[in-house]
């Protein structure tokens, strides 16, 4: 049987795939920032040693996008130097290592799909250490490397943009949400259950595109949203109360310094297809799927 273990299981991504992995029966442990401090190097070794996973995979990250900014040294240790003594320690017990990654490696300017192989080019210090990280596991790793990046996630666990517009929804006044930024939201189960697939499949170590089909922006996203919401209620106040705005005056609005926003965050899933796995589905669909779960967790 694999056995599996799960750093940063308690946020939203981990949480989501240690609960899949107990309903699907595998082996696994899954350790929360208390339990692993992953810019510990000696910590690591001495965890993986004891307990002996044939795959591990990732979690924990800097995921604070516009404090990176000025945090960029926490930020690489977390995001780069953890998933590198990850990657090390994997490579000696001859693990499977699942690196988790972001659309922010690429510069957001393209006008189709990213795809896997495509030239790097971050513009903000997140994006920086993630590509960071993403070159320490594959370097040490280069046939039992996963890198799965993805983006625009949401989850019944955390905070999201979904939960954030199910509760201005309920508010029943008007919003506004940039509509120039372009992406795939993304459910965290299916990336969950993706992850999985990679390993059940035996798919080539490498780098794939974990987010969902199609493409929407922020705007659209939000829209889908209150219609949902207004339909699962019977309350008048769907996407009407959506207005759209740039990411110009978002900036200009901004109390803090922010990281530059991708304006294009699709992601080609080429690399799937390769291997024999079905990508992830439809934006639209898997949010229809998953809103019972995200209106109960936001009630």
Same mark, same amino acid.
């Given at each position: 049987m694999t056995r599996w273990l799960v750093t940063g299981a308690a946020g939203m991504l981990g949480r989501d795939l240690t609960a899949l992995l107990a309903e699907r029966g595998e082996e696994f442990t899954g350790l929360g920032r208390g339990d692993l401090d992953i810019t510990n190097g000696e910590a690591v070794t001495a965890t993986l040693e004891k307990f002996q996973p044939s795959v591990v995979v990732n979690c924990a990250a800097w995921t604070a996008v516009d404090d990176a900014e000025t945090q960029e040294g926490d930020a690489l240790r977390l995001n780069a130097d953890g998933p590198a003594s990850l990657a090390a320690a994997c490579a000696r017990l001859g693990a499977v290592l699942i690196q988790p990654s972001t659309d922010y490696v690429f510069d957001g300017q393209a006008v189709r799909p990213y795809r896997e192989d495509d030239p790097t080019g971050p513009r903000s210090a997140y994006g920086r250490t993630k590509l960071a990280g993403e070159r320490a596991v594959l370097e040490a790793l280069p046939d039992s490397g996963y890198v799965v990046r993805t983006a625009w996630l949401y989850g019944e666990h955390g905070p999201s943009f979904v939960r954030t517009m199910l509760r201005l929804a309920r508010g029943g006044k008007p919003v506004t949400v940039v509509e120039d930024q372009t992406g795939?939201?993304?459910?965290? =189960?299916?990336? &969950?259950a993706q992850l999985i697939t990679l390993v059940t499949a035996g798919a080539p170590a490498g780098i794939y595109h974990g987010t969902s089909s199609g493409q929407t922006t922020w705007f659209g996203l939000a829209q889908e949203v209150f219609d949902l919401y207004a339909s699962s209620t019977g309350l008048a106040g769907g996407r009407e109360l959506v207005q759209p705005t740039t990411s110009a005056a978002y900036a200009r609005a901004a109390t803090k310094q922010t990281a530059p926003r991708p304006g294009y965050s699709v992601l080609g899933h080429d690399a799937w297809a390769k291997a024999g796995i079905t990508p992830i589905g439809h934006w639209r669909?898997?949010?229809?799927? =998953?809103?019972? &779960?995200m209106a109960a967790a936001t009630a």
């Open positions: 795939q939201p993304t459910w965290t =189960a299916d990336l &969950a669909d898997r949010l229809h799927r =998953a809103f019972p &779960a």
